[in-house]
């Protein structure tokens, strides 16, 4: 098991002195909750001065290994590392989306071992904690999202995949997005099967399911951008009180319609003002099944290791193993 441990200032002090200069010294570190792929940072200057480090390292990395995950050609490889990111985060601010602005990159060797980003500190807290605490409050920053969305299903590209690899002239595995997605369930079902009961036994007809609503999909040869897992949780509010997304390195070139599937289940009622016209009803169908499998194996895959909030991983696990069996 990979040992776990917070950063201290000595391992990131070269990096954000590099990152905001002026003479400045790193005053103190605070790990920031979430995340389980990589560990997310508030660095504080002697002057006040903030900003957030991301590290990617395998001491900050809760999943278990699997095979494929350096496998960029598969549109769901885990997003790793700066060259993801930084394609991601070219594409979206390139669309007019919001995004934290990268102070430095250090792809590791330079200011230590590890790959790190330093990006600006939005302090104004995440869209799920104010839709909770002022829902009134949130509707404009739920508009600006929603502009956000449309500015991205605008976008279109011949081929699917990582934005990073698309846009660097590479190519996805597979023929299709419904292929690739229909590929992910099965082997999700198959995982949730061999760690619940209740998935195992309903395991003939939920793939009987999965292949008739793949069935359904017809083809298609352009693709929106999509984030892939934007919860109000990947959704900071700026000082201007606009959206500011966060999380982007898996942001890919992909069908909207899987993307407005993950904002309905994490959104919920506050979705509507996100909702859009015109989106294909079958590929919602099947991908709305896909999705509740995936949040049940996931969050099981996850608990074979380390993951500290064990109960909460186990929550979303039993909600969307439940919700799978609705569906049928």
């Given at each position: ?16 002195r590099a ?9 103190a ?14 660095l ?14 395998d ?13 960029r050609?598969?549109?769901?490889s ?15 601010h390139a669309l007019g989306?919001?995004?934290p602005?990268?102070r ?15 990006v600006?500190?939005?302090?104004g ?17 739920l508009?600006g ?9 605008g976008?279109?590209?011949a ?9 660097g002239?590479?190519a996805a ?14 082997g ?47 959704v ?6 606009h ?12 069908d ?6 993950f904002l309905r ?10 909702a859009?016209d ?15 499998l ?5 969050p099981?895959?996850l ?9 909460a991983?186990a ?9 799978a069996?609705?569906?049928?």
């Amino acid at each position: 098991m990979v040992a776990r441990g917070v950063v201290g200032r000595e391992q990131l002090a070269g990096a954000a002195r590099a990152a905001l200069g002026g003479g400045r010294r790193l005053a103190a570190v605070e790990r920031l909750a979430g995340g389980s792929r990589k560990g997310v940072y508030r660095l504080v200057m002697d002057d006040a001065t903030t900003a957030i480090a991301y590290r990617w390292s395998d001491a900050e990395n809760y999943w278990p290994a699997a095979a494929g995950d350096a496998d960029r050609s598969d549109p769901f490889s885990p997003g790793l590392g700066p060259d993801l990111f930084e394609g991601a985060h070219a594409r979206l601010h390139a669309l007019g989306v919001r995004v934290p602005a990268i102070r430095s990159l250090d792809r590791g060797g330079v200011h230590g071992p590890d790959d790190l980003a330093i990006v600006e500190d939005v302090r104004g807290g995440s869209l799920e904690e104010l839709i909770a605490r002022d829902p009134r409050a949130a509707a404009p920053v739920l508009a600006g999202l929603g502009e956000a969305l449309e500015a991205m299903r605008g976008h279109r590209a011949a081929g699917y995949g990582k934005v990073a690899v698309v846009d660097g002239g590479g190519a996805a595995r597979g023929t299709s997005c419904e292929g690739v997605v229909l590929d992910r369930a099965l082997g999700d079902l198959a995982e949730a099967s061999a760690r619940d009961g209740r998935i195992a036994r309903a395991r003939g007809r939920l793939e009987e399911r999965l292949l008739d609503l793949a069935a359904a999909v017809r083809p298609r040869a352009e693709y929106a951008v999509v984030h892939g897992e934007l919860g109000p949780d990947h959704v900071l509010v700026g000082a201007d009180g606009h959206p500011v997304v966060i999380d982007v390195e898996g942001t890919m070139y992909f069908d909207a319609e899987w993307e407005h599937v993950f904002l309905r289940i994490r959104f919920h009622d506050a979705y509507r003002p996100l909702a859009v016209d015109g989106l294909d009803e079958d590929r919602l169908a099947f991908y709305a099944l896909a999705h509740r499998l995936s949040l049940t194996a996931g969050p099981l895959r996850l608990l074979d290791g380390d993951f500290p909030d064990r109960p909460a991983m186990a929550g979303i696990a039993e909600h969307n193993l439940r919700q799978a069996l609705a569906l049928l």
